[in-house]
């Protein structure tokens, strides 16, 4: 089946700017997304990208995709405590007709 | 933007009761319904997708007699665990997305239900 991998952590100092990676293996996805859970919650859709986009700027977030590596990156400018949280890439799987999502990136904003 | 409510929050209850978990959206009409199950610190397993008024699809190893799914309208799903055991406990969240000929409609959630057998 298709796989979306993240990297498990990343700790920021608030201010910072936040850098989440994603890579995906469906070569045939269209829409790619980015959803926040805090803890005890639900997904909270932020972004989502064409894949004829290279680029998506939405307010603070920002977000990179490279289709020939099959690279997704979600860059979060100015990095406040209550962006905390546990970040989901997501991909839409035109098999299953589902997202599948990657493990999730735990965002640690330090004061 | 697009609500999606599900109840309740959270359960508790004895082992060999049956729980059923309602998902509604809101201002949409939610042609496919999707629920997943997430463990702790872990990423969201899909583990059905339904489409009003069809069966719902069942991924592997998800026993369908186990959990029940009811798509009986546009706005509400329903997910009935079963004669649920302690192995049954986890955080549910299900999920809406409306039509589409493409993929262009996002999914959007539920805030999730944490089911504890005890």
């Known amino acids: 089946g298709e796989d979306v991998e993240q990297s498990l952590f990343l700790s920021v100092r608030e201010g910072d700017s936040s850098v989440i990676n994603c890579t995906y293996t469906?070569?045939?996805?269209?829409?790619l997304y980015w959803y926040k859970q805090e803890p005890g919650a639900g997904l909270q859709l932020l972004t989502y990208?064409?894949?004829?986009?290279d680029m998506k700027q939405d307010q603070r977030l920002t977000v990179l995709l490279n289709k020939k590596d099959k690279h997704l990156s979600l860059r979060i400018a100015d990095t406040q405590t209550g962006d905390s949280a546990i970040y989901f890439c997501?991909?839409?799987?035109?098999?299953?007709?589902?997202?599948?999502f990657g493990s999730g990136t735990r965002l640690q904003v330090q004061p | 933007g697009a609500v999606v409510s599900q109840h309740p929050s959270r359960v508790i209850c004895k082992s060999g009761t049956s729980v059923k978990i309602e998902c509604r959206s809101l201002?949409?009409?939610?042609?496919?319904m999707f629920w997943y199950r997430q463990f702790p610190k872990q990423s969201l397993m899909l583990m059905a997708t339904?489409?009003?008024?069809?069966?719902?699809?069942?991924e592997q190893g998800v026993e369908k007699d186990k959990f029940l799914i009811n798509h009986a309208s546009l706005t509400l799903s329903t997910l009935t665990v079963t004669s649920a055991h302690p192995e049954d406990s986890s955080f549910y969240i299900c999920?809406?997305?409306?039509?589409?000929?493409?993929?262009?409609?996002?999914?959007?959630f539920g805030d999730g239900t944490r089911l504890s057998i005890l």
């Open positions: 990208i064409f894949s004829n986009m």
């Open positions: 201002d949409f009409q939610a042609t496919t």
């Open positions: 469906d070569s045939s996805s269209t829409y």
């Open positions: 999920s809406a997305r409306g039509h589409s000929e493409n993929s262009n409609q996002p999914q959007h």
């Open positions: 339904s489409n009003e008024g069809s069966k719902a699809t069942y």
């Open positions: 997501a991909e839409w799987d035109t098999g299953r007709r589902a997202l599948t």
